[in-house]
């Protein structure tokens, strides 16, 4: 069993790694959201070398001393991520450092083998208090989202399911702190092995939906939309980016537009000679969305026209001539603006 263990080890801390680079680098004005999510994927994926380091070499004394810190900082940045989630103006002042007491103190422990309390009962302890704290941020339901427009209730349910997580993390390392205490080495810890499959499961399915840029991802990458804070903005502000946008429509309305691919945001930002976050705030500020999210939804409106006037033109020519390079790119959008695949909004209109 200690050979699977090692394997998943590796495979929950690659992951996490990937999506951790993925969020440092996604171009956002707001990145707090995203650096604090990707911390939280940094530290899992550390979390996931200094066990491997336990399981390999048999307990190195820094890797024993650090690791259970790791774990009591997921739970305060977690946290912290749906303050800032919800709370647009969230910024960290000295006292929010109080959070962070807990990690320190059983670092200190481990490395001084000083323990003036357990320090599994200090993991778990926080584990059930901040996922206790998440559920009771979503006793408030999803209008605590209402700044988010139609992702309000996405975000929401990440809420709950981060407040599962932290349930079902609980459990397992529950788990594994009774059969220690039962005398139980660690490579063949039962709690251990549900603890790295459950990981490498949840991490796997994040990754491989912000990467794909889900439906159900989307959210994430609107973390600098506040769809109340149009008024905020100043009339020069407003007047610059209605003339991006302006500039922007014409360049969208060009013939052949549509035949090309997609262009990326530096890309468009480029050909249109502004600056790129101004032309991604210029987007977000006119149209509500971001550029990607509104520029899938000007390509499914073009294939809605095109099914509508050409009930007998082909599927594979209706994707390209909408500007989509494959079927389940297509597809994927054209459900997400519709919530039908586009047979089956031909069948209807039809």
């Given at each position: 069993m200690l050979n699977t263990m090692v394997s998943?080890?590796?495979a929950v801390s690659c992951v996490c790694l990937l999506f951790a680079i993925h969020m440092f680098r996604v171009e956002l004005l707001n990145k707090l959201p995203a650096v604090l999510l990707g911390s939280i994927f940094l530290m899992?994926?550390?979390?996931?070398?200094l066990l491997h380091l336990i399981l390999v070499f048999n307990r190195?004394?820094?890797a024993a001393a650090l690791l259970p810190a790791l774990p009591l900082l997921i739970g305060p940045v977690l946290y912290f991520f749906f303050r800032a989630v919800r709370e647009p103006n969230f910024h960290f002042r000295p006292k929010n450092l109080l959070h962070f007491i807990p990690a320190m103190l059983a670092t200190g422990e481990m490395a001084t083998k000083n323990y003036i309390i357990n320090v599994d009962i200090i993991v778990l302890t926080s584990i059930a208090t901040y996922g206790g704290a998440l559920f009771w941020i979503a006793k408030k339901g999803s209008r605590q989202f209402e700044h988010l427009g139609k992702h309000r209730g996405i975000a929401f349910k990440w809420l709950l399911l981060c407040a599962g997580y932290?349930?079902?993390?609980?459990?397992?390392?529950l788990i594994i702190f009774l059969e220690i205490r039962a005398g139980q080495t660690v490579d063949g810890s039962i709690g251990l092995l549900a603890t790295l499959v459950f990981k490498l499961i949840s991490v796997g399915f994040v990754v491989s939906g912000a990467l794909q840029r889900s439906a159900y991802f989307d959210w994430i990458y609107s973390f600098d939309i506040n769809f109340k804070q149009q008024h905020d903005e100043t009339a020069t502000q407003l007047k610059t980016y209605q003339e991006i946008i302006s500039a922007y429509e014409t360049l969208c309305t060009a013939p052949g537009f549509y035949e090309?691919?997609?262009?990326?945001?530096k890309e468009m930002a480029f050909q249109l000679g502004?600056?790129?976050r101004q032309?991604?705030?210029a987007v977000n500020v006119i149209y509500g969305v971001s550029y990607t999210r509104h520029l899938n939804h000007q390509r499914v409106e073009r294939a809605k026209n095109l099914l509508q006037k050409h009930p007998n033109m082909k599927m594979i020519d209706v994707m390209y001539e909408s500007g989509f390079q494959s079927k389940s790119s297509f597809n994927k959008e054209?459900?997400?603006f519709e919530s039908k695949s586009p047979t089956e909004y031909r069948n209807h209109v039809l």
């Open positions: 998943l080890d590796v899992l994926s550390l979390h996931a070398v190195p004394s820094f932290m349930t079902v993390s609980f459990a397992t390392d090309q691919a997609a262009p990326s945001l502004v600056p790129i032309l991604s705030r054209f459900r997400f």
